[in-house]
């Protein structure tokens, strides 16, 4: 994914800054990381009031793999956003908001 397709993608949503890391971007609005755009998809950040919509569409959380030991990790806190989303830009900024809201609440509990 290019940053063209992600701020094409957000349209509906507004503005995002999208930043360099790993392999793709890291997703935000004033400085509040919601949304990562890997290689491996589109994962948004979710907790225990959103990971239910996630479940319900099938989603599974972020998971790799480490180099030194060869052990999944499995990020519960980014679940991957469902294929259909990408034709929907209008549900896509829903459930952007609802991801938004999940770090936003993370953070306050920091």
């Known amino acids: 994914m290019d940053r063209d397709f992600l701020a094409e993608l957000f349209s509906d949503f507004g ?19 919601f949304a990562l755009a890997l ?3 589109l994962y948004f950040r979710a907790d225990e009031e959103t990971i239910p919509q996630f ?22 806190s980014y679940w991957e956003l469902p ?5 929907d830009q209008e549900e896509l900024a829903g459930w952007a908001r609802a991801a938004l809201a999940a770090a936003q609440r993370a953070a306050l509990r920091k």
């Open 15 to 33: 503005p995002v800054t999208l930043r360099r890391m790993f392999s793709g971007f890291g997703i935000s609005v004033d400085g509040t990381n």
């Open 39 to 41: 290689r491996a998809g």
């Open 55 to 76: 479940q319900a569409e099938g989603s599974k959380p972020f998971q790799y793999q480490q180099r030194s030991t060869a052990k999944v990790v499995t990020v519960n």
């Open 83 to 87: 294929a259909r989303l990408f034709d």
